[in-house]
Nanobody, 123 residues
């Protein structure tokens, strides 16, 4: 499985970005997907996850109400719509492929990781 994240960039506080993550593999719809992020000098943290069917999502409290995760199983792609961005959202964002369809916030359950895309939010 290969994951290719894109869509990061430099934006101002209050702006929006949409991240995309394209996955290889024929069984995309049977695997939950997650977005994690790592800010400079900090550990990687969970941001959002979506079940294989797309019917269940979970968010970190820090992004709830501002970020929306979605997926298009026909395109093997997962998205992260980020609105009302804040400087504290600045991080490298990673998409991840979980072993199994149920969504989880636990990073150790994700077996494949993309390279990450940089999101920088200026104040």
């Amino acid at each position: 499985v290969q994951l290719q994240a894109s869509g990061g960039g430099l934006v101002q506080a209050g702006d929006s970005l949409r991240l995309s993550c394209a996955a290889s593999g024929r069984t995309f719809s049977t695997h939950a997907m997650g977005w994690f992020r790592q800010a400079p000098g900090k550990e990687r943290e969970f941001a959002a996850t979506i079940s294989g069917s797309g019917g269940l999502t979970y968010y970190a409290d820090s992004v709830k109400g501002r970020f929306t995760i979605s997926r298009d199983n026909a395109k093997n792609t997962v998205y992260l719509q980020m609105n009302s961005l804040k400087p504290e959202d600045t991080a490298v964002y990673y998409c991840a492929w979980k072993a199994g369809a149920s969504a989880t916030t636990t990073s150790s359950a994700y077996v494949y990781w993309g390279r990450g895309t940089q999101v920088t939010v200026s104040s």
